[in-house]
């Protein structure tokens, strides 16, 4: 047994996968065949036709054969109505446009809301940044769905906030914020605050406080040093955090399910409809390479100042 | 700070907003009424229905083997990905490497889920594997979306790692592979703990994704949450989540106190070392 151990062994680290080939080759092996290979797929499946089978799509490829002629030929069928249908239907172009409404609402929350808690952050004592960092992170580690469910007894006709309008005297009867496009909004601030905090007060905790103290020594008011200073130095952490939540927040699905309206259309809410209820494959598949093309751009850009930090990092 | 101005109330909001919700979960679960925002009496009723739930039960207890499995898996490939991009330098196809590894990361849930479902349909008609979708395919989709978070977990660990001991012990001959079993692994053991943590927290919490790839029998427990919740919100749901957050509140809280503690003696061993040697 051993022998034959060594002799693979050898045999492997001669044509070099063994040792630091195979670190990169297991995960590059998985990735391609999980992560890269499904999405070829779905393109490809996005130019069939939806018939009643199993599975409920047409093949693309198909041999023929001529008994007559004597002939075969290989016949390669694209059908894209599935693109017209989706540039042709007000339904869809309604929901991509929402979708990116919503997402750009809720980053604009998370920044308004992130922004002076990471500045907090960072400006407080040393000892105590760990654990106030800690705090902001923990909530992350409690289910998402948990936490959406949550906002479903504070948002709802006769919920916490209602009851609390109604008891100040603000209303006189019950307040349905549930099912509302801003039940979207604070449902998907609240889930995606973290993602927004952590960069930012990465880049915030770097900055060289002398700076600020030389502009200050120069006659630089607090608020104009920190527009001129804090905020462009802190633009990486800006983009990075904005990138993180506007870009899974696109195609969010479980918070406008559970928190949103009826009308609260979102592209992540139509592929969902389009697959499981329609159970209409090649059309969700559609879907899917449409809001990858919408994202594709924010995506590299996304690649591109992560790479760089790992780069700094080193 | 010298005085309560706007940063303090800024962050006082932010904790607030943050944790206010959670609070309120759990004080409702203790309530007598099935109306959740209505106090009317302390009770521990709902607990006591939640562990007469078998359908729950059952679906949590996939769902716990499911992620172990999955973190596990994961951590070996994160890893091996992090080692990857840190310490190997340039490698053929990096680049490609480098972006499916930050790709998933932000990856909208609905892509991730319909693209691996469509894989193993297709897989079982030309491999006749997966034989059907259930525990297997959902472990292998939350393997494949949690690696990335672990790799880029031990990615910045080892960034951040002085590579000086690494290299140290190559050039009084060790083989790469002792090295790092010696030296490297050692030392990102912290991150280990962290990126399966992680990775465990991210497959227990799936509900997207999961949804897509599993089958028939195969129902986790967000599943079975993410379906009552659609249908209004219930008591047994505020017990369940207080029985979360209380399990998630401990095990970080003892992961965080090993982990400063394993820090401070390694900080320790190294001063000895350094006025030893």
């Given at each position: 047994m051993r022998t034959v151990v060594s002799v693979l062994v050898s045999g492997l680290s001669r044509i070099g996968l063994w040792g630091r080939g195979v670190v990169v080759a297991i995960p590059y092996l998985w990735l391609l065949l999980f992560f890269m290979v499904p999405f070829l797929i779905v393109f490809g499946i996005s130019f069939s036709e939806s018939i009643?089978?199993?599975?409920?799509y047409s093949s693309l490829v198909e041999w023929l054969t001529d008994e007559d002629a004597g002939t075969s030929k290989l016949q390669i069928l694209l059908n894209i109505s599935n693109y017209f249908r989706l540039g042709g239907d007000d339904l869809y172009i309604l929901a991509y446009l929402n979708s990116l409404r919503i997402a750009a609402v809720t980053t604009l929350m998370c920044l308004a809301i992130g922004y002076p808690m990471a500045y907090a952050i960072a400006k407080a004592d040393p000892a105590r940044r760990g654990p106030l960092m800690m705090l902001v992170i923990l909530p992350f580690w409690t289910s998402f769905l948990i936490r959406i469910y949550a906002w479903i007894g504070i948002l709802k006709g006769n919920g916490v906030i209602s009851n609390l309008l109604e008891w100040v005297g603000i209303t006189s009867g019950p307040v349905e914020i549930l099912y509302s496009d801003w039940a979207v909004y604070i449902g998907m601030t609240y889930c995606y605050l973290p993602f927004m905090v952590l960069p930012l007060y990465s880049t915030l905790e770097k900055m060289d406080p002398s700076l600020l103290e030389a502009a200050a020594d120069l006659g630089s008011r607090p608020f104009k040093s920190f527009l001129s200073i804090t905020l462009p130095l802190s633009l990486p952490g800006i983009i990075a955090g904005s990138l993180l939540v506007f870009i899974p927040a696109v195609g969010e699905f479980v918070t406008p399910e559970l928190l949103?309206?009826?009308?609260?259309?979102m592209i992540g809410r139509v592929l969902w409809n389009e697959f499981f209820a329609n159970r209409d494959w090649p059309v969700a598949s559609a879907v899917a390479i449409a809001l990858l093309l919408v994202l594709v751009v924010p995506i590299m850009i996304f690649q591109h100042v992560q790479g760089k930090q790992a780069e700094a990092g080193r | 700070m010298k005085r309560f101005g706007f940063l303090s109330w800024a962050l006082l909001f932010g904790y607030a907003f943050l944790y206010v919700p959670i609070a309120l979960l759990v004080v409702f679960s203790f309530n007598e009424s099935r109306l959740v925002t209505v106090w009317s009496g302390f009770s521990t009723k709902w607990y006591a229905e939640l562990l007469h739930n078998d359908a729950l039960l059952d679906a949590a207890f996939l769902s716990f083997q499911v992620a172990a499995v999955s973190a596990t898996l994961s951590v070996l490939l994160g890893t091996c990905a992090g080692l990857a991009l840190t310490r190997f330098g340039r490698f053929r196809g990096r680049t490609l490497f480098g972006g499916m590894i930050t790709a998933p990361l932000v990856m909208p849930e609905v892509i991730t889920g319909l693209s691996l479902l469509l894989l193993f349909v297709a897989m079982e008609q030309w491999l006749g594997w997966p034989d059907g979708r259930g525990v297997t395919t959902i472990t292998i989709a939350h393997t494949t979306f949690t690696m990335s978070y672990v790799a880029v977990v031990i990615q910045s660990r080892l960034a951040g790692m002085d590579g000086s001991l690494e290299e140290a012990a190559m050039d009084l001959g060790a083989r790469p592979a002792k090295v790092f079993f010696v030296i490297t692994l050692p030392l990102i053991a912290p991150a280990l703990v962290a990126g399966w943590l992680l990775a465990f927290t991210l497959s227990l919490d799936d509900v997207v994704v999961a949804s897509f790839v599993s089958g028939p029998g195969s129902t986790t427990l967000p599943m079975v949450i993410f379906s009552s919740v659609k249908f209004g919100i219930s008591p047994q749901i505020n017990a369940l989540a207080t029985l979360m957050v209380l399990v998630v509140a401990t095990g970080i809280f003892v992961a965080s106190i090993v982990m400063a503690r394993q820090e401070r003696q390694r900080k320790r061993d190294e001063q000895m070392a350094i006025q030893n040697g």
């Amino acid at each position: 047994m051993r022998t034959v151990v060594s002799v693979l062994v050898s045999g492997l680290s001669r044509i070099g996968l063994w040792g630091r080939g195979v670190v990169v080759a297991i995960p590059y092996l998985w990735l391609l065949l999980f992560f890269m290979v499904p999405f070829l797929i779905v393109f490809g499946i996005s130019f069939s036709e939806s018939i009643i089978a199993q599975p409920p799509y047409s093949s693309l490829v198909e041999w023929l054969t001529d008994e007559d002629a004597g002939t075969s030929k290989l016949q390669i069928l694209l059908n894209i109505s599935n693109y017209f249908r989706l540039g042709g239907d007000d339904l869809y172009i309604l929901a991509y446009l929402n979708s990116l409404r919503i997402a750009a609402v809720t980053t604009l929350m998370c920044l308004a809301i992130g922004y002076p808690m990471a500045y907090a952050i960072a400006k407080a004592d040393p000892a105590r940044r760990g654990p106030l960092m800690m705090l902001v992170i923990l909530p992350f580690w409690t289910s998402f769905l948990i936490r959406i469910y949550a906002w479903i007894g504070i948002l709802k006709g006769n919920g916490v906030i209602s009851n609390l309008l109604e008891w100040v005297g603000i209303t006189s009867g019950p307040v349905e914020i549930l099912y509302s496009d801003w039940a979207v909004y604070i449902g998907m601030t609240y889930c995606y605050l973290p993602f927004m905090v952590l960069p930012l007060y990465s880049t915030l905790e770097k900055m060289d406080p002398s700076l600020l103290e030389a502009a200050a020594d120069l006659g630089s008011r607090p608020f104009k040093s920190f527009l001129s200073i804090t905020l462009p130095l802190s633009l990486p952490g800006i983009i990075a955090g904005s990138l993180l939540v506007f870009i899974p927040a696109v195609g969010e699905f479980v918070t406008p399910e559970l928190l949103g309206g009826p009308d609260t259309l979102m592209i992540g809410r139509v592929l969902w409809n389009e697959f499981f209820a329609n159970r209409d494959w090649p059309v969700a598949s559609a879907v899917a390479i449409a809001l990858l093309l919408v994202l594709v751009v924010p995506i590299m850009i996304f690649q591109h100042v992560q790479g760089k930090q790992a780069e700094a990092g080193r | 700070m010298k005085r309560f101005g706007f940063l303090s109330w800024a962050l006082l909001f932010g904790y607030a907003f943050l944790y206010v919700p959670i609070a309120l979960l759990v004080v409702f679960s203790f309530n007598e009424s099935r109306l959740v925002t209505v106090w009317s009496g302390f009770s521990t009723k709902w607990y006591a229905e939640l562990l007469h739930n078998d359908a729950l039960l059952d679906a949590a207890f996939l769902s716990f083997q499911v992620a172990a499995v999955s973190a596990t898996l994961s951590v070996l490939l994160g890893t091996c990905a992090g080692l990857a991009l840190t310490r190997f330098g340039r490698f053929r196809g990096r680049t490609l490497f480098g972006g499916m590894i930050t790709a998933p990361l932000v990856m909208p849930e609905v892509i991730t889920g319909l693209s691996l479902l469509l894989l193993f349909v297709a897989m079982e008609q030309w491999l006749g594997w997966p034989d059907g979708r259930g525990v297997t395919t959902i472990t292998i989709a939350h393997t494949t979306f949690t690696m990335s978070y672990v790799a880029v977990v031990i990615q910045s660990r080892l960034a951040g790692m002085d590579g000086s001991l690494e290299e140290a012990a190559m050039d009084l001959g060790a083989r790469p592979a002792k090295v790092f079993f010696v030296i490297t692994l050692p030392l990102i053991a912290p991150a280990l703990v962290a990126g399966w943590l992680l990775a465990f927290t991210l497959s227990l919490d799936d509900v997207v994704v999961a949804s897509f790839v599993s089958g028939p029998g195969s129902t986790t427990l967000p599943m079975v949450i993410f379906s009552s919740v659609k249908f209004g919100i219930s008591p047994q749901i505020n017990a369940l989540a207080t029985l979360m957050v209380l399990v998630v509140a401990t095990g970080i809280f003892v992961a965080s106190i090993v982990m400063a503690r394993q820090e401070r003696q390694r900080k320790r061993d190294e001063q000895m070392a350094i006025q030893n040697g």
